[in-house]
Nanobody
């Protein structure tokens, strides 16, 4: 019903910036919240940021507050994650997700997932 495609990952030095994009297609009218998660090798998937689609209310994990910014372009059905002051510990596969309910930090709050994009931060 909803397809999500991430892009924008890559290799960057510590202190640098990247902007991830997630384009949604299909029947997106039931989407209420879009979020970003990440998973590093050998670790569990963790919540990064989320945004409500209509109003644009945002929520961030403590580890990225002040460095990452989530936003959306409603006309393009696209959500972005601007990542600044990147650290080696930010290295992970980043996934975007869409869900029908309010802001949630659990992956159980989201029904649709993208394929992921690799972000690698070198020191």
């Amino acid at each position: 019903q909803v397809q999500l495609v991430e892009s924008g990952g890559g290799l960057v030095q510590a202190g640098g910036s990247l902007r991830l994009s997630c384009a949604a297609s299909g029947r997106t009218e039931r989407t209420y919240t879009m979020g970003w998660f990440r998973q590093a090798p050998g670790k569990e998937r963790e919540f990064v940021a989320a945004i409500t689609w209509s109003v644009g209310f945002t929520y961030y994990a403590d580890s990225v507050k002040g460095r990452f910014t989530i936003s959306r372009d409603k006309a393009k059905n696209t959500v972005y994650l601007q990542m600044n002051s990147l650290k080696p510990e930010d290295t992970a596969v980043y996934y975007c997700a869409a869900g029908p309910r309010g802001l949630g930090t659990s992956d159980q709050s989201y029904n649709y997932w993208g394929q992921g994009t690799q972000v690698t931060v070198s020191s």
